[in-house]
């Protein structure tokens, strides 16, 4: 991952590492950012975190290419620097490669460098197994790989998996001593049913297209709370 800061689709992954069978399964994390980050505190037991060297992106390609020699399989949870460095290494170690895709690729790449879309095309065409956590997901990375003159035949857009984020509440509460707001919400959500947003409170994030819709929802008569989980002002 490229950190654990505290964002969205960081809990997400700790969320599914902690589910997989640590009997089954032997699984390293490698964070690409700095060391005492929020969430390393919640990287699930069985698990192995790694960390990465100095040096910007050539130290993290290093590190991956390093942890990744005994491994079976290499994963980018999420996209740019995670993805290009897993990328990179999976080719140099002759291994199979997944990249994990959270966002609307075709929107989000328009404020980037052609350096960076350029590897970000690469990445996209050539690791085999990509994993969208919604259908929208991977219709904008279709469009934008289309657009790039770079997109996949059609059988290898076969191994292109849908996978909604796994969802646990627990993990958007303080590890060891939960706010009375927060017991409030969990036991909101528990309760009764909810629509759940979570990320960023930005524009870009789409969280006026969630609250139109619930709205037209509750005007029809379904009875659901909206839950909101992020950082900023909305």
Known sequence: VPDLKGGGA?????????ALDAQRYDISLLNLGPRGQALESQVP?????RRSWPGGLLGA????????????????GQ???ATFCVHWAAKLLQKPAAAWVHIAYEHWARGHSERHRKRSRNAYREITN?????DGARISMRKWLGEQKALPSARQ???????PNLFRADNYVDDHAPSAEQRKLLQAMQSRPSLIGIGRLEARKGFDVLLRAAAQALRRGLDFDVVLLGEGRF
């Open 79 to 81: 996209e740019t620097r």
């Open 61 to 76: 390609r290093l590190a991956t290419l390093w942890h990744g020699r005994d491994r079976d399989l290499l994963i980018a």
């Open 130 to 134: 990509l994993v969208f956590v919604a």
């Open 45 to 49: 037991p069985a698990v192995k975190l």
């Open 157 to 163: 857009r076969a191994n292109w998996t849908v996978i």
């Open 10 to 18: 960081p809990r997400v992954i700790l969320g599914l590492l902690g």
